[in-house]
């Protein structure tokens, strides 16, 4: 049993999905966590679940694209939690379509919600981290970021670009004793993928070694592994969660 007892943690998107997967997986595993997400309502009831647990939580309304939304959020779980010892970028959204046909409008949402939100997070809680000369920073990534998918430029780019955003920073921080790594999820089976044609998931699947698609469970032991202090020597890393899609 891993034990993260007496650690917070900001999950970002926690609200549904993969977010609350991991949100209830960290504080299972001891850690009081704050849950945030765009629609607050959502992350109200996980932060009751939370509690529910016996750990502290916190609900926390915030649009991780909007850098005075993000340091209102940063503000408020330093306000309640003190210390902030594990960031989980996980809120994402997607806006597929071939590139011919992508509005400008959806390469910006996507990269600005995926992508500029990893940096402005990552950016907010550094002096916290800094000054605790530790922390653990995780970004939900995809493994489209590291093969391309069709009809996700915006996408997978903006996934990419989280996995080179991860590198620099467990560069920049790892002598105050911070790591940062990525995961990269394969297809989860999520509301995300609900949204696949059959056709689509079919194709998927014939991709994927071990033949089914993933949990969010799965992810969320990725993620406490990373938090937790079996993962003190990994920094850097991405680690892909996804049936031996990507090898
Ligand atoms: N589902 C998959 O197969 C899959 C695969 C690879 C990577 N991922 C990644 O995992 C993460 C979670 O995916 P999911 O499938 O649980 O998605 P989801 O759509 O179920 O959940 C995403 C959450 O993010 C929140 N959110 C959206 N925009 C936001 C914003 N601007 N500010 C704050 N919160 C916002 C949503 O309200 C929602 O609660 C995403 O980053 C996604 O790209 C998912």
Same mark, same amino acid.
């Given at each position: 049993?891993? =034990?993260?007892? !007496?650690?917070?943690?900001?999950?970002?998107?926690?609200?549904?999905?993969?977010?609350?997967?991991?949100?209830?997986?960290?504080?299972?595993?001891?850690?009081?966590?704050?849950?945030?997400?765009?629609?607050?309502?959502?992350?109200? +009831?996980?932060?009751?679940?939370?509690?529910? #647990?016996?750990?502290? &939580? $916190?609900?926390? +309304?915030?649009?991780? &694209?909007?850098?005075? &939304?993000?340091?209102?959020?940063?503000?408020?779980?330093?306000?309640?939690?003190?210390?902030?010892?594990?960031?989980?970028?996980?809120?994402?959204?997607?806006?597929?379509?071939?590139?011919?046909?992508? +509005?400008?409008?959806?390469?910006?949402?996507?990269? !600005?919600?995926? #992508?500029?939100?990893?940096?402005?997070?990552?950016?907010?809680? &550094?002096?916290?981290?800094?000054?605790? @000369?530790?922390?653990?920073?995780?970004?939900?990534?995809?493994?489209?970021?590291?093969?391309?998918?069709?009809?996700?430029?915006?996408?997978?780019?903006?996934?990419?670009?989280?996995?080179?955003?991860?590198?620099?920073?467990?560069?920049?921080?790892?002598?105050?004793?911070? @790591?940062?790594?990525?995961?990269?999820?394969?297809?989860?089976?999520?509301?995300?993928? =609900?949204? $696949?044609?059959?056709? =689509?998931?079919? @194709?998927? $699947?014939?991709?994927?070694?071990?033949?089914?698609?993933?949990?969010?469970?799965?992810?969320?032991?990725?993620?406490?592994?990373?938090?937790?202090?079996?993962? =003190?020597?990994?920094?850097?890393?991405?680690?892909?969660?996804?049936?031996?899609?990507?090898?």
């Amino acid at each position: 049993m891993i =034990d993260i007892a !007496n650690k917070s943690a900001l999950v970002t998107g926690g609200g549904r999905g993969i977010g609350r997967d991991i949100a209830l997986k960290l504080a299972k595993a001891g850690a009081d966590v704050a849950v945030s997400d765009i629609d607050l309502e959502t992350a109200q +009831k996980v932060a009751s679940e939370i509690e529910a #647990l016996g750990r502290r &939580s $916190l609900p926390i +309304k915030a649009d991780v &694209s909007n850098s005075d &939304s993000v340091t209102e959020m940063v503000t408020a779980f330093t306000e309640k939690f003190e210390k902030i010892d594990v960031l989980v970028n996980n809120a994402g959204i997607t806006r597929d379509g071939l590139i011919m046909r992508m +509005k400008e409008e959806d390469w910006d949402a996507v990269l !600005n919600v995926n #992508l500029k939100s990893c940096f402005l997070c990552c950016k907010a809680v &550094s002096r916290t981290m800094m000054k605790a @000369r530790e922390g653990v920073i995780i970004n939900i990534a995809s493994v489209v970021g590291l093969m391309g998918n069709i009809g996700q430029a915006n996408y997978s780019a903006s996934k990419a670009g989280m996995i080179g955003l991860t590198k620099t920073l467990a560069r920049e921080f790892a002598s105050r004793g911070i @790591r940062v790594n990525a995961v990269a999820p394969g297809f989860i089976q999520s509301a995300m993928t =609900d949204k $696949l044609s059959d056709q =689509d998931r079919e @194709r998927f $699947l014939a991709g994927i070694p071990l033949g089914r698609l993933g949990t969010a469970d799965a992810i969320a032991n990725g993620v406490l592994y990373l938090a937790s202090p079996l993962a =003190d020597y990994v920094t850097g890393q991405v680690l892909t969660i996804d049936g031996g899609l990507v090898m």
